[in-house]
């Protein structure tokens, strides 16, 4: 049974209980520790389908535990009340055919992660008042850039400058392929132990969703997502069947100051999105992100954590067996596994939005957000390896590239924010960073 069809045989709309809006519901989800009231939650059904990333499902709600929406015979899926959006496009996965190769399941499913991620941070701006930064009556929305590459793909790039929430944010799609020579596999081969000997020229195809959203308010964290598949062809197979695959990807939280309830609540989500498929891939990919993301020259790193992987595939030392009877993982059980961390995004990040972006903010606290910042922009053109492969990519679209730096940053000559024995907030997050910690 699809799950459009079993949402709708299963709808039991209760009049009495009022719709909530995404606010609600995230302040319902995810609440700070001086509360000590009972959170509730909701359980309903959805009816109709995600169309485009525009189109919302109806969302009948009442109220019971967990906190999840369930669709009856059909899987379970948590959701937010934004016009019916769920956390997850529910479409690109009833529509998945397992029966396409990988490299069109997987674009399909980053495709539609984007369009319905930019319509949930535009539902985020739209709920939010006008103010000095963006006085306009209009809700603030993504340019929605497609692009070609005449070398072989396409892309789309949706980014929203000068928003009431978000300074800056960037949701990118590539889907390219052409071909890789060996010169270029072998500089590869450090990263990806699972890519075989180079010996000659052969087809390469590669696909991800990149996010990374700067907002306003310094009370409100940076975030960064990258999720991507990555396949060389076997010229010699008839059957298309590649040589060499892997997914690559995870999702990062960049605080200007530290607040602990929000750094768990991120860790927790994407906690629970790996300890579905494998409870050894969350002490490994949370220590992966921590040492990916370190700034060498400062001595500290870019954010508070998250998880890393790379070169994750059925042969990686993960993926294997416990035990002489355990079962090998499959693509698909890979696959599954990526869908579920990207689609841990939203839940991880809309409640800290909703709960801080309207939180008072003084010039200080701006000005060590610029800080900060600054530090975001060292990483990214020093150390990031995507940045870097990009930039050096023949017919790479540098726009598209660099979308991950902030529209505005400060660097300032030995500065005196954050200096050890201040006892500021500025500290306090100084030694996280330098020292980083188990959150979950």
Not at 19 to 30: D, E, I, P, V
Request: charged letters at 25%; aromatic letters at 10%; glycine letters at 6%.
């Amino acid at each position: 049974m699809s799950l459009r069809i079993a949402a709708i045989r299963a709808a039991r709309p209760i009049t009495s209980k009022a719709k909530l809006s995404l606010a609600q519901l995230s302040r319902r989800a995810y609440s700070t520790p001086q509360s000590n009231k009972p959170i509730p939650s909701i359980k309903g059904t959805l009816i109709g389908s995600f169309a485009a990333g525009l189109v919302g499902t109806i969302a009948y709600n009442y109220v019971n535990q967990d906190n999840q929406v369930r669709c009856d015979g059909a899987p379970l899926v948590e959701a937010i009340d934004t016009h019916g959006y769920p956390w997850v496009p529910v479409d690109a996965i009833e529509k998945d055919d397992p029966s396409n190769p990988m490299r069109i399941r997987m674009a399909n499913w980053v495709k539609s992660l984007q369009d319905h991620i930019v319509a949930t941070m535009e539902d985020i701006e739209s709920k939010s008042e006008p103010n000095s930064f963006s006085p306009s009556s209009e809700t603030p929305r993504f340019l929605k850039d497609t692009w070609l590459r005449k070398e072989g793909g396409e892309g789309s790039s949706c980014v929203l400058n000068g928003g009431r929430v978000f300074e800056k944010a960037g949701i990118n799609v590539s889907i390219v392929h052409g071909m890789l020579p060996p010169k270029a596999q072998k500089a590869m081969l450090p990263d990806h132990p699972s890519l075989p000997e180079p010996t000659e020229t052969v087809p390469f195809f590669a696909t991800g969703l990149s996010i990374v959203i700067h907002p306003r308010n310094p009370h409100v964290p940076t975030v960064h997502l990258n999720y991507r598949y990555f396949e060389l062809a076997d010229p010699k197979d008839p059957n298309g069947k590649p040589k060499a695959w892997w997914f690559g990807g995870g999702s990062d939280l960049t605080p200007s100051y530290l607040i602990e309830e929000d750094a768990i609540h991120f860790h927790k989500e994407l906690k629970k999105a790996c300890d579905k498929h494998d409870e050894r891939y969350w002490p490994d990919f949370k220590k992966a992100c921590d040492k990916y993301f370190f700034i060498n020259h400062r001595g500290e790193s870019r954010g508070i954590g998250g998880i890393f992987f790379d070169d994750l595939t059925t042969s990686s030392p993960i993926n294997q067996p416990t035990t002489s009877e355990g079962i090998l993982k499959t693509q698909e059980d890979l696959f599954d596994f990526v869908k579920d961390a990207s689609g841990a995004f939203l839940p991880a990040y809309v409640p800290i939005v909703y709960k801080n972006k309207d939180r008072k903010w003084t010039e200080e606290e701006r000005r060590w957000q610029q800080l900060r910042r600054g530090r975001y922009v060292e990483f990214n053109l020093v150390y990031d390896r995507g940045t870097k492969f990009g930039l050096a990519t023949p017919g790479a679209r540098i726009e598209s590239i660099l979308m991950s730096l902030p529209e505005t940053a400060r660097w300032e000559y030995m500065s005196d924010m954050g200096n050890e024995g201040s006892n500021t907030p500025e500290e306090e997050l100084i030694k996280v960073l330098k020292n980083p910690k188990e959150w979950v």
